[in-house]
T-cell receptor
């Protein structure tokens, strides 16, 4: 039982390049989330998916797109990376479809945009 | 929108001393409240949460927190710090208008001195 897995663990991009961060969970959870973590700012919600086939914007969605490919997988895409997107990205999942449930986090992806 | 304030970005205690990490939220409607812990280079994991009912909530690893509506606070305590408690702690609240948005505080790094 791996929980929440994220790939890659580390990535360096040049400004303007694109990439997709992958996230998968094996807990049969309904909801999945993408956060970014920046020093002194805690975690900020980028997008979330309350159930398969639905996605909604969080606090900081600009510059990102998401896909809820199936119940297990939720990917985050940067179409044209910018230095301001340098951050640590966390994927999480929860059983229910709201923020009252415990969220389980992946180990994170450390992204640097030059 | 909800806001969460964690007083003190760094807290240092001696092993065996009381741990007190402060969290205040802005809301006229009691939200759902959470404390998460992040160990170095790992994702977050839930320590405890308050949804309804008893205002004193017990969590893992000997931590507890008390919801005080009159003070809009949800401070985290542990009677006796252990070296393994050194980590970053995040308070989080759900949105006051609906429970489909989630906000983290900026975090408090706990250092435990031998």
């Amino acid at each position: 039982n791996a929980g929440v897995t994220q790939t890659p663990k580390f990535q360096v991009l040049k400004t303007g390049q694109s990439m997709t961060l992958q996230c998968a969970q094996d807990m049969n959870h309904n909801s999945m989330y993408w956060y970014r973590q920046d020093p002194g700012m805690g975690l900020r919600l980028i997008y979330y998916s309350a159930s398969e086939g639905t996605t909604d914007k969080g606090e900081v969605p600009n510059g990102y797109n998401v896909s809820r490919l199936n119940k297990r997988e939720f990917s985050l895409r940067l179409e044209s990376a910018a230095p301001s997107q340098t951050s640590v990205y966390f994927c999480a999942s929860s059983a229910g479809s709201g923020f009252t449930d415990t969220q389980y986090f992946g180990p994170g992806t450390r992204l640097t945009v030059l | 929108a909800q806001s969460v304030t964690q007083l003190g970005s760094h807290v240092s205690v001696s092993e065996g001393a009381l741990v007190l990490l402060r969290c205040n939220y802005s809301s006229s409607v009691p939200p759902y409240l959470f404390w998460y812990v992040q160990y170095p280079n790992q994702g977050l994991q839930l320590l405890l949460k308050y949804t309804t009912g008893a205002t004193l909530v017990k969590g893992i690893n000997g931590f507890e927190a008390e919801f005080k509506k009159s003070e809009t606070s949800f401070h985290l305590t542990k009677p006796s710090a252990h070296m393994s408690d050194a980590a970053e702690y995040f308070c989080a609240v759900s949105d006051q208008n609906n429970f489909n948005k989630f906000y983290f505080g900026s975090g408090t790094k706990l250092n435990v001195k031998p």
